[in-house]
């Protein structure tokens, strides 16, 4: 997984398809905005975005509500003066209780029944992340009240170059 320029937009359409199969009962909403191409490891943040998305599909159909939905955002973000984007997923599922918010980035760790999900999800999610140099938070989505999960990433990480 090379490091190159790369569009994080379609990083996140093709994520979207990939778990297409599993969002046939959710309304998935984008809002992609445009900024320049960031230096990244695509093949990665693509796990990232899909086990984000397929995360979310699952806690939609575990709670099995009447449709759930997705909304998907990205756009340019500062941090820290340093020019990044911010990808935000979010879902009108159950969302994270706050006892779990640290442990689930936790290897093994899954609130899934026994046989669904290993519970390696989000711990890699975090760990690639982390090698972007970019943040993850966990929140509350105020608009959908599931769970929000907030991806920040520099446009030029150095330890990737």
Known sequence: GVAIPFDINDIVDNSITLTQ???KRVKIETELGIFDEIVCRPSHLGQVFT???SNAADALTESD???GTIHVSTQRLERASIDGVSIIIEDSGPGVPDELK???LKPFFTTKATGIGTGLGL???ARIIAAHEGEL???RSPELGGARFEVWLPNSPASLN
């Open 102 to 104: 640290e442990k689930i």
């Open 65 to 67: 509500a009447r449709q």
């Open 137 to 139: 938070a966990i929140g």
């Open 21 to 23: 199969g599993k969002l």
């Open 51 to 53: 086990n984000l998305l």
């Open 123 to 125: 711990p890699i999610c």
